[in-house]
T-cell receptor
Framework: DAGVIQSPRHEVTEMGQEVTLRCKPISGHNSLFWYRQTMMRGLELLIYFNNNVPIDDSGMPEDRFSAKMPNASFSTLKIQPSEPRDSAVYFC????????????FGQGTRLTVV | AQSVSQHNHHVILSEAASLELGCNYS??????LFWYVQYPGQHLQLLLKYFSGDPLVKGIKGFEAEFIKSKFSFNLRKPSVQWSDTAEYFCAVATGGGNKLTFGTGTQLKVEL
């Protein structure tokens, strides 16, 4: 299995532009998580899905952020418009649906908004 | 809501020294506990996990952790660290049989030759 695949690995964009981050979870994993990592705030859970349905989006910082999971093998995290304070590493992770299992992380997308 | 505390933010050790990193959580019910490691520039990888049974769990690369329910703790240990253990270590908890992880702030470990 190739593991959790994220793209792009690096993204540099100008303030105000739309940014879309992509994630392909491990096949057979029904839960998908989006995390953001910064020096100041550490690892924050933004949103997670079970069976393609958003379960908890309380970590999404504001309306500029949105996430979708149109099918079991693909998810996107969109920021529109982007701001410099959104600069961070964004990780996607997946796991089997219910407890007694760990989350497997992708390599992350390093986003820089200038 | 549950929270996870890692009290050591930065730790510097010499090779062959023993390591113990603290982790405490706040949640009164059933918990699943994890330690993840993040090597420089890489993603998080699982070191070890506790779901039930023997409170002393062994993970990869010689790491182990002990779950002490009465202290709400899950400290990570390694008897003799190597330079290659230089990384950031995260404790995480999932509660109520679910799989949503809450992470601690991480401990940056530097092992010097």
């Amino acid at each position: 299995d190739a593991g959790v695949i994220q793209s792009p690995r690096h993204e540099v964009t100008e303030m105000g532009q739309e940014v879309t981050l992509r994630c392909k979870p491990i096949s057979g994993h029904n839960s998908l998580f989006w995390y953001r990592q910064t020096m100041m705030r550490g690892l924050e859970l933004l949103i997670y899905f079970n069976n393609n349905v958003p379960i908890d989006d309380s970590g999404m910082p504001e309306d500029r952020f949105s996430a979708k999971m149109p099918n079991a093998s693909f998810s996107t995290l969109k920021i529109q418009p982007s701001e410099p304070r959104d600069s961070a590493v964004y990780f996607c992770a997946s796991s089997r649906p219910q407890g007694y299992t760990e989350a497997f992380f992708g390599q992350g997308t390093r986003l820089t908004v200038v | 809501a549950q929270s996870v505390s890692q009290h050591n933010h930065h730790v510097i050790l010499s090779e062959a020294a023993s390591l113990e990193l603290g982790c405490n959580y706040s949640y009164g019910g059933t918990v699943n506990l994890f330690w993840y490691v993040q090597y420089p520039g890489q993603h998080l990888q699982l070191l070890l996990k506790y779901f039930s049974g023997d409170p002393l769990v062994k993970g990869i690369k010689g790491f182990e952790a002990e779950f002490i329910k009465s202290k709400f703790s899950f400290n990570l240990r390694k008897p003799s660290v190597q330079w290659s253990d230089t990384a950031e270590y995260f404790c995480a908890v999932a509660t109520g049989g679910g799989n949503k992880l809450t992470f601690g702030t991480g401990t940056q470990l530097k092992v010097e030759l």
